[in-house]
């Protein structure tokens, strides 16, 4: 998408608050005229005074200059107030565009994004775009009617001091704003920003590895040369900016001055009265108020068009998995999931993480999944929450093919604890309670006590109130992974998936977290995916995973503690 297209789009959407924009133009604008009428009123206080005529006759002027005082500050601050308005509507509307931009392309689509990338584009880009309104419109509008005003105003005076007015406002509305417009670079200090944005993440995330192998001054160094690129840009603008503003300065001495030499040409030939010697040339300098903003609106509408371009390229990502027009309706109860010659790959050329995989999971049951590092378990994962497309084969649940399903209605079938058990910044309650906000007291603690954390919990200084930090960063790796188990079985989904519950735990521990499990999943179905053979003899069934294939299945009643 072009850069002009992309800026077109964002003041297109129809979710534009155009009626507040243009009321907040509208007080701006008034604002504006209150300035120059201020100044002029002023001038004409000043010039009448000279003559002595006596204070009757400048009661009524210095009424209204008193009036303009008055209302150009609620004036400004009520056009601040519409425009934020109207500009954090627009946002909240961007905002739900992006996630629902984000959600079909996650994990397959976005998995080569660095986070860091897709972080500023998802705040910084969207806040951008803000500026737009605010910054750009609304400025030049204000600019341009303010002109306008003033060279009308002026006109009427005398009709030359029209001219003399109006070609230095057009030309300092003008060729400071082209100048702005044709610099270059903008698009590169976004793309420059988003990689800074993503080297410190990287940085943040990895520190502690950075540091045990002394690779911390190379990540540094590469953040120092992002960064210098960054100011070099900046400094090239700052100078095209420092012209642009020259420029408007010798407009409006240019301005001043030949409004006021007409003025006192005019006066001697008796075409106006004396006081307008120094009404014109005030308001000439108060037509120029707004006009530095100009070159300022074009520059930001240059950082939103590349801010703009940065979220619409998230559209040009193909969407792995779509959901089909008209979906079919799951079936109610717990689902028989089966697999029938099911293969993925993650990208052209690459093999394939599942080949023919044959699997059934009956409802109400228990099946192990096992097999070495990369032998495709968590690819099977993927699948079954339709995180990637299958390339061959089926995956059914209750009958039904999953594509005639749509991914919402697939997800809600499992309650997922993944094998990177992510927590969030926020307390145990909090992210247990994010599975199912009208979880009981206890709800929350019969599902810590099944996965062996209610002691942990009740030795915590608050308790389940206490912060987990970000990412569990508070917390020891097998808590971790254990409350991502208790939030799998808080969870509605009626197939408890578990991607290595106990890894990092020791075998006692892993054994009887894996029996608590077995025992609160209740009716419902679970797929175990381990490494421990005691925890595979615990299940119904055992299916083993060697290059995307199937080796071995096998059937035995379970083993109990």
């Known amino acids: 998408m072009s850069s002009r297209r992309s800026l077109r789009r964002v003041l297109a959407d129809p979710a534009t608050p155009r009626a507040r924009l243009a009321g907040a133009g509208l007080l701006g604008l008034a604002s504006a005229a209150a300035t120059i009428g201020l100044l002029a009123g002023s001038g004409y206080v000043v010039g009448r005074a000279a003559l002595r005529p006596g204070l009757g006759a400048l009661v009524g002027i210095l009424a209204t200059v008193e009036v303009l005082a008055f209302l150009r500050g609620p004036l400004r601050y009520a056009e601040r107030l519409v425009g934020h308005d ?3 509507r627009a946002l909240t509307r961007w905002r739900v565009w992006l996630y629902d931009c984000l959600t079909p392309r996650v994990p397959a689509a976005l998995a080569g994004w660095r986070s860091g990338d897709l972080l500023a584009r998802a705040i910084d880009d969207v806040d951008a775009l803000q500026d737009l309104y605010l910054r750009t419109l609304l400025p030049v509008s204000v600019a341009a009617g303010a002109a306008a005003i003033a060279t009308v105003a002026v006109g009427l005076v005398t009709p030359w001091a029209s001219l003399t007015l109006g070609l230095p406002l057009a030309v300092a509305l003008t060729v400071p704003a082209l100048l702005t417009w044709r610099r270059s670079g903008d698009d590169e200090i976004a793309a420059v920003g988003g990689e800074i944005a993503a080297r410190v ?3 943040l995330t990895g520190a502690p590895e950075l540091l045990a192998f002394g690779a911390d001054a190379a990540a540094l160094a590469g953040i120092e040369a992002a960064a210098a690129r960054a100011d070099a840009l900046e400094r090239r603008h700052a100078r095209l900016a420092t012209g642009a503003g020259v420029v408007i300065q010798l407009c409006l001495a240019v301005a001043v001055t030949a409004t006021l030499a007409l003025g006192v040409a005019a006066v001697h030939d008796h075409r106006i009265g004396q006081v307008m010697v120094a009404v014109l040339p005030l308001a000439a300098l108060a037509a120029f108020e707004t006009v530095p903003g100009v070159p300022i609106a074009v520059a930001r509408a240059l950082a939103v068009r590349g801010a703009a371009d940065r979220l619409f390229a998230l559209e040009d990502v193909a ?16 689902p028989e999931v089966a697999f029938c010659g099911a293969s ?3 990208g052209p050329g690459l093999p394939r993480a ?6 059934q999971l009956p409802a109400g049951g228990r099946v192990a999944v096992t097999g070495s590092s990369g032998a495709g378990k968590t690819s099977l994962v993927h699948a079954l929450l339709r995180f990637w497309p299958l390339e061959e084969g089926t995956l059914t649940l209750a009958g039904t093919d999953v594509e005639r399903l749509s991914g919402r209605s697939v997800r809600t079938a499992f309650a997922l604890a993944d094998q990177h058990a992510r927590l969030f910044a926020g307390t145990v309650r909090t992210n247990l309670l994010l599975v199912r906000p009208d979880a009981t007291e206890e709800d929350l603690l019969e599902v810590l006590r099944s996965a062996r954390l209610d002691r942990w919990v009740d030795s915590l200084p608050a308790g389940l109130d206490t912060p987990v930090g970000e990412d569990g960063i508070a917390v020891s790796g097998g808590e971790r992974r254990r409350l991502a188990v208790a939030r799998a079985l808080l969870a509605p989904g009626d197939v408890v998936v578990l991607d290595e519950p106990t890894s990092g735990l020791d075998a006692a521990l892993a ?6 499990v077995l025992a609160a999943a ?4 679970v797929l175990v995916i381990t490494h421990r053979p005691g925890e595979a003899a615990r299940c119904d069934a055992t299916v083993a995973l060697e290059g995307g294939r199937v080796v071995s299945s096998s059937s035995a009643p379970r083993t109990t503690p």
Do not use: K
């Open 86 to 88: 109207a500009a954090l």
């Open 201 to 203: 993440v990287d940085l």
């Open 319 to 334: 969407v792995p998995v779509h959901d089909p027009e008209a979906p079919a309706a799951r079936s109610p109860g717990v």
């Open 344 to 346: 993925i790959r993650y």
């Open 354 to 359: 599942l080949d023919g995989v044959t699997l």
């Open 511 to 516: 054994d009887e977290v894996i029996d608590g």
């Open 522 to 525: 209740g009716r419902r179905s």
